[in-house]
């Protein structure tokens, strides 16, 4: 089909909640991608940290086609070994003394962090507790509750009224002023991706993670984006030194099959019939997330993955360097990273060049360019993608 045709056809039956670029993109191996015009692109946004382990990737092909072959799905209302498999897994990588829950994305895994909130709420302490604190420039997810639960007034504008109990705080350091004798828990993401990707302060994140413990309100981190290794580790969490009460994520769990986690240390917190969901874990999703935590794993054990966090890290504070009148500065943990722009004009421009150049770079907060590349992208990928870069940023 003619990239003018789907773009039509995108138009007229597709509802317009994306501002899309105009690319059409069929094929993909490895960091690159290929558009229907034959164009080369190096992918440095991994469809929003998703293609953790690649386009094409072999070895996830072949797992997801031998479940498929074989059962999709058979729903939760039986015995499921790749997803008793999978949670078994993931608690083991992180070491997190926790219980999984699947679901099928990242708002979804937040909604199940919620009700395990609301549901300790109601049974520890004299009051029931419902109020969950969140952060300024936080995101959480698109369903009503995370909706809200992101505290950025400009996605309050319609679809209200909002589930009650939603309060914000400016940074780390004004959660515990927003406490009080109804607050349940704290949700946040410890490297904010939609916030123009600044780590928080550790120190002041294992303070926090001491004052929550002292108060009984649980530290819940949305770990979507920064989960599955992107950080340098399984979890950030592993990174910050902090055993938090409930771990969600997502994004690069399986690849690009769409999943999502919710984990907590208060194992027995739901009993059957609280929660649940009809995809979440099935046979297909869990196959390709136990497949893809072997892959990333082993590349983290081989010592590869901190060689191209260390190599990626270095290229970009080159160009932050080089540039400096472009760039103001380089922030980030692992292959999460991001260049603040001077203003967001020159953001724009600076999009719209690496696009035309062949490279794919997202965008963060107000005027941060983000860097998602995969991780198993080789060393030479990295190279052209930065080679692009310099070739066009000189006419911005
Ligand atoms: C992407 C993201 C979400 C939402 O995930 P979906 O799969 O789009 O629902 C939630 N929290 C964070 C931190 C994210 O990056």
Redesign the pocket.
């Known amino acids: 089909m003619g990239q003018q045709d789907l773009k039509q056809m995108d138009l007229d039956f597709v509802l317009h909640t994306y501002a899309r670029n105009d690319v059409h993109f069929v094929k993909g191996s490895g960091a690159r991608l290929y558009d229907s015009k034959g164009k080369e692109y190096i992918d440095f946004g991994s469809g929003i940290a998703v293609c953790s382990v690649g386009h094409g990737n072999a070895r996830l092909t072949k797992a997801i086609y031998k479940q498929a072959k074989n059962l999709i799905h058979t729903s939760n209302l039986y015995l499921i070994e790749p997803q008793a498999r999978l949670a078994k897994k993931i608690v083991e990588l992180s070491g997190y003394d926790m219980r999984v829950f699947f679901a099928n994305?990242?708002?979804e895994a937040?909604e199940g962090a919620l009700k395990i909130a609301r549901k300790f709420g109601e049974e520890n302490g004299e009051l029931k507790r419902y109020q969950i604190i969140t952060l300024d420039s936080s995101?959480?997810?698109?369903t009503i509750s995370t909706l809200k639960a992101t505290a950025q007034n400009k996605m309050h504008q319609y679809f209200g009224p909002f589930p009650d109990g939603f309060v914000y705080a400016k940074d780390l350091n004004d959660v515990p002023n927003k406490i009080s004798n109804v607050t349940c828990a704290v949700l946040l993401?410890l490297v904010q991706?939609?916030g123009g990707i600044t780590p928080f302060d550790k120190a002041e994140v294992q303070k926090l993670a001491k004052i929550l413990k002292e108060k009984n309100v649980l530290l819940m981190v949305?770990e979507?984006?920064t989960g599955i290794y992107r950080s340098g580790e399984l979890f950030a969490s592993q990174v910050y030194g902090i055993t938090p009460d409930v771990i969600t994520t997502?994004?690069g769990l399986a690849g690009g099959v769409p999943i999502?986690a919710v984990m907590t240390s208060l194992k027995d917190i739901f009993a059957p019939s609280d929660h649940g969901s009809t995809f979440g874990g099935n046979f297909l999703s869990t196959s390709a997330a136990l497949e893809v935590l072997e892959i990333l794993f082993e590349h983290k054990q081989s010592g590869e993955l901190d060689k191209t966090i260390t190599y990626f890290t270095q290229k970009l504070q080159d160009l932050q360097k080089h540039y400096a009148e472009i760039f103001t500065q380089e922030v980030g943990l692992g292959l999460m990273r991001g260049l603040r722009v001077r203003d967001l004009e020159t953001l724009t421009k600076f999009l719209n060049a690496t696009f035309e150049a062949g490279v794919l770079v997202l965008k963060s907060g107000k005027n941060t360019a983000r860097f998602l590349p995969s991780l198993t992208i080789t060393r030479e990928e990295i190279d052209e993608g930065f080679l692009r870069i310099e070739s066009c940023i000189a006419h911005l």
Do not use: C, I, M, P
């Not at 995101?139 to 698109?142: L, M, P, V």
């Open positions: 994305s990242g708002a937040n995101f959480h997810g698109r993401e991706g939609e949305d979507v984006q997502a994004k999502g």
